[in-house]
């Protein structure tokens, strides 16, 4: 069974531009949440999305937005970067609580985020 | 509101020395508690799990008990191995929000070091 898929897994942009970054889930899995990793801040929680709705949202500027697709598909994306947006992105995807599994969150292996 | 706290790295040890990383946290409600691993350059993948107070969780010889009297999920491990180094993150899931389990709080992560 494949496992959380986050494409690119490198990325370097320029201050301004906008970046867009991509997760696929793990087959059967609804909720996706993004999760940005800094070696100062650590794991800070970005948003979550459940049924193509975002169902909760972290403390960040409105330049972070993301979606869901009917396939649980989600993307984020990050407008006007800045220098201390560069970081490391993770996706995790979770059944959700009605599916009869265990809601567990599994994480994809991260796109590196690098803003010059 | 809710929060992790877990002692600060690095932690160097010993081959076959015993391991102990303490965790407490802060939370409203009935958490579930999580410890996550994360290699060089890879996402977190669950190490172990309790979803209420006094479940032990196990895994790969790790262990971790849900103690709600002292708000705390210490991991353990008796023996562990130089495959064992990486980031050991302590978490809490937000109380269930309906559909999911909601977003995940996360400690700021120790590293752990072993030597042969």
């Known amino acids: 069974k494949a496992g959380v898929t986050q494409t690119p897994r490198y990325l370097i942009k320029t201050r301004g531009q906008q970046v867009t970054l991509s997760c696929s889930p793990i087959?059967?899995?609804?909720?996706v949440s993004w999760y940005q990793q800094t070696p100062g801040q650590g794991l800070q929680f970005l948003f979550e999305?459940?049924?193509?709705?975002?169902?909760n949202k972290g403390n960040f500027p409105g330049r972070f937005s993301g979606r869901q697709f009917s396939n649980s598909r989600s993307e984020m994306n990050v407008s006007t970067l800045e220098l201390g947006d560069s970081a490391l992105y993770l996706c995790?995807?979770?059944?959700?609580?009605?599916?009869?599994?265990?809601?567990?969150?599994?994480f994809g292996a991260g796109t590196r985020l690098s803003v010059l | 509101g809710n929060s992790v706290t877990q002692m600060e790295g690095p932690v160097t040890l010993s081959e076959e020395a015993f391991l102990t990383i303490n965790c407490t946290y802060t939370?409203?409600?009935?958490?579930?508690l999580f410890w996550y691993v994360q290699y060089p350059g890879e996402g977190l993948q669950l190490l172990l799990k309790?979803?209420?107070?006094?479940d032990k969780g196990s895994n790969k010889g790790f262990e971790a008990t849900y103690r709600k009297e002292t708000t705390s999920f210490h991991l353990e491990k008796g023996s562990v191995q130089v495959s064992d180094s990486a980031v050991y993150f302590c978490?809490?899931?937000?109380?269930?929000?309906?559909?999911?389990?909601?977003?995940?709080?996360f400690g700021r992560g120790t590293q752990l070091t072993v030597w042969p």
């Open positions: 999305y459940f049924s193509e709705t975002q169902r």
């Open positions: 995790a995807s979770s059944p959700g609580l009605a599916s009869g599994r265990e809601d567990i969150q599994y």
């Open positions: 309790a979803t209420k107070a006094d």
């Open positions: 087959s059967g899995h609804r909720s």
């Open positions: 939370a409203t409600g009935y958490p579930s």
């Open positions: 978490a809490l899931s937000d109380q269930s929000r309906g559909s999911t389990l909601g977003r995940l709080y």
